[in-house]
């Protein structure tokens, strides 16, 4: 079943448990908004429900929805943005800026954006996430096999680059404003080492893959516990 088809389907409730990778602070909200205190260095543990089959569908939900800030618990990107439309550094070191040389407009009229992975940014399994899953999630991303809406900002990429296991460098053919938001969405991050020989293997039954569950791994704060 296609990405298309998956985003469509509601009246389904799933219940997640989520399971917190750092260690939780003093004062913890609990359900009820009230103040449960745990000991320091207690891990938070949330159970959320939504109307969504899987994460790979509220991963494309809008930025400010609450099905989006599921997502963004479990997941993260090289950048993420919060509800004021605000870029923040998450896996990456810093945002690309032209004031920071990280963005560079070409004497071509073409744009240059480099992104630099912090050096413990890590998936849930301990695996490092590197440049790689990068270009393996744009790949993901503009197969029409699959059947998933392909963002049109893409027709502006000439190409990614991957240099070194920790630097993206991604030409772009024309400006695009968008362009640290777009390369810096969790939306195109994939574990290459997780999915990769599916994809190679068997495009037809991809969207459909475990991993969209209960086999999720993703590289955000909080990662599935039980899905």
């Known amino acids: 079943m296609g990405r298309s088809k998956h985003i469509c389907m509601s009246g389904l409730i799933l219940a997640i448990v ?7 602070g003093p004062g913890v909200t609990s359900g009820t908004g009230s103040q ?27 930025v ?25 550094p998450q896996l990456a070191e810093a945002i690309p800026t032209l004031e920071n040389g ?25 695996t490092p996430v590197t440049a790689a899953d990068l270009r393996f999630g744009a790949t993901v991303q503009q197969d029409r096999a699959l059947g998933i809406r392909i963002s049109p900002g893409w027709a502006a990429v000439e190409g990614i680059e991957a240099p070194d296991p920790r630097t993206v460098i991604v030409t772009w053919g024309q400006p695009n404003i968008e362009a640290d938001v777009m390369v810096g969405s969790s939306d195109q991050l994939l574990p290459r080492h997780l999915l990769e020989q599916a994809y190679t293997n068997d495009k037809a039954t991809f969207m459909d893959h475990p991993y969209w569950t209960d086999e999720f791994v993703g590289a955000g704060p909080f990662k599935l516990r039980e899905y």
């Open 64 to 88: 400010d929805s609450e099905g989006r800030h599921i997502a963004q618990m479990v997941h993260a990107g090289f950048a993420q943005e919060d509800d004021a439309g605000r870029l923040h």
């Open 102 to 126: 990280l963005w560079k407009l070409l004497p071509d009229g073409r744009m240059e954006t480099t992104w630099t992975i912090k050096e413990n940014a890590r998936w849930h399994d301990g």
């Open 36 to 62: 449960a205190q745990e000991p320091t260095g207690a891990k938070k543990r949330i159970v959320a429900g939504f109307l969504k089959p899987d994460l790979l569908a509220i991963s494309a939900l809008p």
């Open 18 to 24: 989520l399971a917190g990778c750092a260690p939780a």
